[in-house]
Structure formats: C-alpha cells, structure tokens
C-alpha cells in the first residue's frame, strides 16, 4: 500500500526488509518478527515538500498474538488493529501529499507480526536496539516498545524538528490510566 501510495502521488518510499534490519542494528524489529512466517518491512515515506521536518512513526503490528506471552482467547481476533498507527501514518502522509503541505514530512512504519513461533523471542532474552541500548524481554506482549524503539531511534537520520507517534499501545494506556 505504501508503495502504491508512493508511486501515485510521487513520494519516495523505501521497504526496507530483514536483511536491511540486521544491517542496522533494528534488535526490537527483528526480535518481534523472529515467531512469524512472514518477514518484518520497516518502511519509510518521505515527502518533500518544505525545509521543516516532521517525522511520523506509526507501529505496524499485523498481529500481535503477545509472542510467548500469548494474549487471552477473547478478543484475539481484534489484534489485528495493533497495525492501526501504521495505517495512520499512510493515511496522514497521503493526505499531506495531495494537500501539497509546506513540509518535509516522513513516515516511518514498523512493520511485522507477534506470534509464538518455534523461533520467537523469548522472556529473558537481551537485545540490542538501533540506538546502542539493550533491553530486556519480560513479557513478549510489550512488542509495540521494542519497534517503536527502532523506528523512533532511526528518525534522527532526518533531523526533525518534532516527532509524532501513533501506537495502539492499549494494554499500557489501561495499566497507566485505568478503564
């Protein structure tokens, strides 16, 4: 969809895949994508149509079954919306393009699932995030921490004036401000 978006109203759109992130150093993407079938993509939208940066991160989360930490049955089938900043982002950066906003804008979306594989990430385990810093996994379901580490890290490539972040992260907001 980014790309098709790209191309249509000529942004320049670059999927990096897991390759790439290995390259970089993105731990948090590539420890969340470790227990899916399908490859993680970090994609990164840039339009340009001003001096002033703005960057946008919206996490992309496909699935997010918790990981090993799996999430309850009820309401597993809603998990596929932990992509909704995702599409936020693509939604925004369309709209800027055909508004012809006076902005440099990038959108960067963290892409992947979260899911229990044989090869999935485990509580315990140590990684090292695009930044340098190391975290460790104690519950697998904070899986929207660990990309958006990554992809909040990699804005610093652009300079940005200001960063705006979308993220279903519901189970914190809960936990933080109650039901």
Known sequence: EAKKIARKLRLKCSVFEKNDMERFGMGGMLAVSRGS??????????????????CFVGKGVT???????????????EMKYDMSGGATVLGIMYAAAKLKLPYRLIGIIPSTENLPGGNAYK?????????GKTSEIINTDAE?????????AYTKN???KAVIDFATLTGACVVSLGE
């Open 144 to 152: 929207g921490r660990l990309v958006l580490a990554d992809a909040l």
């Open 63 to 77: 699935f997010d079954s918790g990981g090993i930490s799996i999430k309850p049955s009820e309401a597993m089938d």
């Open 123 to 131: 509580p315990g385990d140590i990684i090292k995030l695009y930044n």
């Open 158 to 160: 652009f300079k940005p």
């Open 37 to 54: 079938d399908h490859p993680p993509k970090f994609i990164v939208l840039e339009y340009d149509g001003g001096k002033e940066t703005i």
